[in-house]
């Protein structure tokens, strides 16, 4: 499952632009048995039916999505720097002064004021979206359009996958290609049940594929598998750390999106117990991901999430611990069976 987390994290695809995720997904599922359909629907989202060793009780489905967060071309100045602007939730804190590349074209850096330009006032103010202006070099508006670089162009983060102390690495893109290479780590073995496995496109800008995916599909039960956000930082003091890294799998009971299934979540944590892995809630009421669509879809689908914390999401240097990754697969297993039993 890491290898194929680093293969995904190194690829790019925020929402709207997922087909080089969707590209490499078809390309290993093609390999693997027992598969019964596989399609990509209009919006982009990929459709995966594996038949289990056992015909399935309920219709279930396990998601996760593509995208990852970026920025887009919105304009092009006539010094030839490039107006940005985000997909997804970014802090412009986050990506002003860092590099960043437009694919096929290079690498620029997104600039800001210079410090000593701004008054008291201005000093104490947050960056805006207004602020991102990328420089790629060039001094005529003639230049960056020779380039082939156009409005409506994605722009990514540069984050290599990197190995850190602890048992843990950073890279871009975790959010949420940990789900998607769990799901991939599942299709490869056998499953006792058949399942429908769904990875969905444009989670970041609004749950949009899980919405028309689940409706395909119109599962009993989903299984939602994402990541999400540990505030255990220097000087974050008890619930406002949200969840902790080495803590094991994140299993939510409410969030911005979504009221979980009380039996499921509570399933969730004696399975935990079962396996003799450790599992966490979060501590705030906050965020939320494709189950925010998929519980309310049709007439209503039985929903639980599994996360693993990450720091710095949305960044180009999320952080995350393995071992919450390898204990979140566990989980996810093993409840995928639970729910064909309910």
């Known amino acids: 499952m890491i290898n194929y987390l680093k293969e995904l994290c190194a690829l790019c695809g925020t929402s709207g632009d997922e087909s080089k995720i969707r590209e490499y997904l078809e390309t290993k599922?093609?390999?693997?048995s027992d598969i019964l359909e596989c399609r990509t629907d209009a919006l982009g989202n990929l459709l995966v039916h594996k038949k289990g060793k056992n015909p399935a009780k309920h219709k279930i489905m396990i998601g996760a999505h593509m995208d990852e967060v970026g920025l887009i071309i919105r304009d092009i100045l006539p010094d030839g720097r490039i107006v940005l602007d985000t997909v997804g939730g970014i802090d412009p804190d986050v990506v002003i002064g860092r590099a960043v590349q437009i694919p096929d074209v290079g690498i620029g850096v997104?600039?800001?004021?210079?410090?000593?330009?701004?008054?008291?006032?201005?000093?104490e103010e947050k960056p805006n979206k207004t602020h991102l202006i990328l420089d790629i070099g060039t001094k005529k508006a003639e230049q960056t359009i020779d380039l082939h670089v156009l409005l409506?162009?994605?722009?990514?983060?540069?984050?290599?996958?990197?190995?850190?102390?602890?048992?843990?690495?950073?890279?871009?893109?975790?959010?949420?290609?940990?789900?998607c290479a769990c799901m991939l780590k599942m299709l490869e073995g056998e499953i006792k049940f058949d399942t429908w496995f769904c990875f969905f496109v444009q989670e970041e800008i609004g749950l949009r594929?899980?919405?028309t995916a689940t409706?395909?599909?119109?599962?009993?039960?989903?299984?939602?598998?994402?990541?999400?956000?540990?505030?255990?930082?220097?000087?974050?003091?008890?619930?406002?750390?949200?969840?902790?890294?080495?803590?094991?799998p994140v299993v939510p009971f409410m969030d911005k999106a979504t009221i979980y299934d009380k039996e499921l979540y509570q399933l969730a944590f004696q399975e935990a117990e079962n396996?003799?892995?450790?599992?966490?809630?979060?501590?705030?009421?906050?965020?939320?991901?494709?189950?925010?669509?998929?519980?309310?879809s049709r007439t209503g689908v039985r929903t639980l999430a599994i996360s693993i914390p990450c720091r710095n999401l949305h960044s180009p240097y999320c952080v995350a611990q393995i071992s919450d990754m390898e204990q979140s697969y566990l989980l996810a297993e093993k409840m995928l069976e639970r729910m064909h039993q309910l």
């Open 152 to 179: 409506g162009d994605a722009v990514y983060y540069i984050g290599e996958w990197t190995e850190l102390g602890g048992n843990r690495v950073a890279s871009k893109a975790i959010d949420d290609r940990f789900g």
């Open 209 to 211: 594929g899980s919405k």
């Open 215 to 248: 409706y395909a599909v119109n599962p009993e039960f989903a299984l939602i598998l994402e990541t999400t956000t540990a505030g255990d930082l220097d000087g974050v003091r008890g619930a406002d750390a949200v969840c902790r890294l080495g803590k094991g």
């Open 110 to 123: 997104i600039g800001c004021e210079p410090v000593h330009n701004l008054n008291a006032k201005q000093r």
């Open 275 to 296: 396996l003799k892995i450790p599992c966490q809630t979060k501590t705030r009421i906050a965020g939320g991901n494709d189950a925010g669509s998929v519980h309310v």
């Open 29 to 32: 599922i093609a390999n693997f």
